[in-house]
């Protein structure tokens, strides 16, 4: 997910689908998280910075789009599981030890970081 893709992109689709997953009152919007972002990064970044950032996304092989279409196309395709997880988790109203408990006993594969041979 995060090859040749900024890490804020990914973070904007993670905020969106976790709130779709717990049913955030009132309704977020995905326009609305783009714009709170665009607000509090434009003199960070630079107003032209967030709108590449957030329009010119790649999605696979020459393709670009915006953020919403690598939510829609990539991310939620790849998270759907972990999305779902969450959706189910928030429902039954579990505790975070019984969270925690359940995904040790989950088949989700979460990548582990290898230490390079150089240090």
Known sequence: LLCDRHLDQLILCTIYGVCKALKYEPNLTFS???????YCFEGRVGGKGTHTLLRNVKLDGNHEGTVIDLYNQ????????????????????????????????????????KKSSNG
């Open 32 to 38: 609305r998280i783009v714009e709170v972002y665009m």
């Open 74 to 113: 990539i991310f939620l395709p790849s998270m759907k599981k972990v999305i779902s997880y969450i959706s189910n988790v928030a429902v039954e109203g579990k505790d975070n030890d019984v969270i925690n408990n359940d995904l040790l006993k989950s088949n989700t594969t979460v990548p582990r970081w």
